[in-house]
């Protein structure tokens, strides 16, 4: 349904016809961490996410997987033993 509440609007899942229903009845504006993000609306109210209602919690445990300016670190492979490398090679 379309939002109704801070984000107006914009296609929310959280509305109902009896109004939003995430956990306080409106979302929670955007972190620090967000600025720079594709995904950040500015909106009468403030900025806000257009992915999800509480970015806070999405920053708590490391980054945000929604985040468009985040770059993933590619972790590098060890080194590959040629030996152990050609036998598993040999057996498909």
Do not use: D
């Amino acid at each position: 349904m379309i939002c109704t509440t801070i984000r107006e609007g914009q296609e929310c899942s959280f509305m109902k016809k009896t109004g939003c229903s995430y956990n306080g009845g409106v979302c929670q504006e955007a972190v620090e961490q967000c600025e720079g993000c594709g995904r950040i609306g500015t909106f009468a109210a403030g900025k806000y996410c257009t992915a999800y209602p509480a970015p806070p919690l999405k920053w708590k445990n490391g980054n945000c997987n929604f985040a468009t300016h985040v770059k993933a670190v590619q972790v590098a492979k060890g080194k590959v033993n040629p030996l152990k490398a050609s036998k598993r090679a040999s057996r498909k």
